[in-house]
């Protein structure tokens, strides 16, 4: 069962893979670890900088599927054409929302209709 009160502890650190220090890529594979699904690769020191987020994801897409929101599921937020953060999708007292980490908010659980406000595209993956 997904516990959100481990991540309250959490905080953002630019290009952070260890916990409780994540960005928004460190959260997706910390939260597919606690849900026991296959971690993926690390992107250690990648970034939104220079294009990084979005080379390193859509890399990472060739290897996976594209599917409806679920809990594991990996998201994409797209500004433009360019991925520009990402999170993971969990499961709350029966409802989908994803779990994402930012700057100064640090880890935020939000639901999946507000997040496709925000951004021009979001994809989900498996």
Not at 2 to 28: H, M, Q
Not at 50 to 68: P, T, V
Not at 78 to 86: E, K, L, N
């Amino acid at each position: 069962m997904f516990n959100p009160d481990k991540y309250l502890s959490v905080t953002w650190l630019k290009g952070g893979r260890a916990y409780p220090e994540l960005d928004c890529f460190g959260i997706v594979n910390e939260i597919r670890r606690d849900l026991g699904l296959p971690e993926w690769p690390d992107f250690a020191g990648i970034t939104k900088d220079d294009g990084g987020l979005n080379r390193e994801a859509r890399q990472l897409m060739l290897s996976l599927q594209k599917c409806a929101p679920c809990a594991g599921a990996g998201v994409a937020c797209y500004s433009g054409s360019t991925v520009t953060h990402v999170g993971v999708v969990v499961e709350i007292s029966g409802q989908l929302h994803v779990a994402e980490c930012n700057p100064g908010k640090n880890v935020s659980f939000i639901p999946l209709s507000r997040l496709k406000r925000r951004f021009v595209k979001v994809e989900f993956w498996k």
